[in-house]
């Protein structure tokens, strides 16, 4: 549920999803962490640099896999890289595709 209200969140353009998605970084789930670093990702990654590197050290694999994904996306919306993805959610995350 808290998943999928941070997802709602995002896809409206609610302003204040960057702080409900931190608030998320420590959650029991890890598919709620998950979605916190995806979501924190496309939000803003500079900001969310401390928390998304707090992820990649997940003892979840799916959760530093969406971390480390999540900033190297933002590594190359920087200009320091190709364009990224288009941030897609009708698909699953690019740390959970084979």
């Known amino acids: 549920m808290r998943r ?7 896809k ?5 999803v ?14 709620v962490r998950e979605w ?3 979501v924190l990702g496309r939000v803003d990654t500079d900001r969310a640099r401390p928390e998304l590197r707090h992820l990649a050290a997940d003892d ?21 890289g190709p ?3 288009s941030a897609r959610f009708d698909q699953p ?3 959970r595709r084979k």
Do not use: C
């Not at 979840?60 to 320091?80: F, I, K, N, T």
């Open 4 to 10: 999928n209200a941070l997802i709602t969140l995002y």
């Open 83 to 85: 364009a990224p993805r």
């Open 18 to 31: 960057f702080e409900h998605a931190v608030s998320l970084v420590e959650d029991d789930s890890d598919r």
């Open 36 to 38: 916190a670093a995806i």
């Open 12 to 16: 409206r353009g609610d302003p204040d």
């Open 60 to 80: 979840s694999d799916v959760v530093a896999r969406a971390a480390q994904s999540a900033l190297e996306d933002g590594a190359e919306d920087s200009g320091q």
């Open 93 to 95: 995350p690019a740390s």
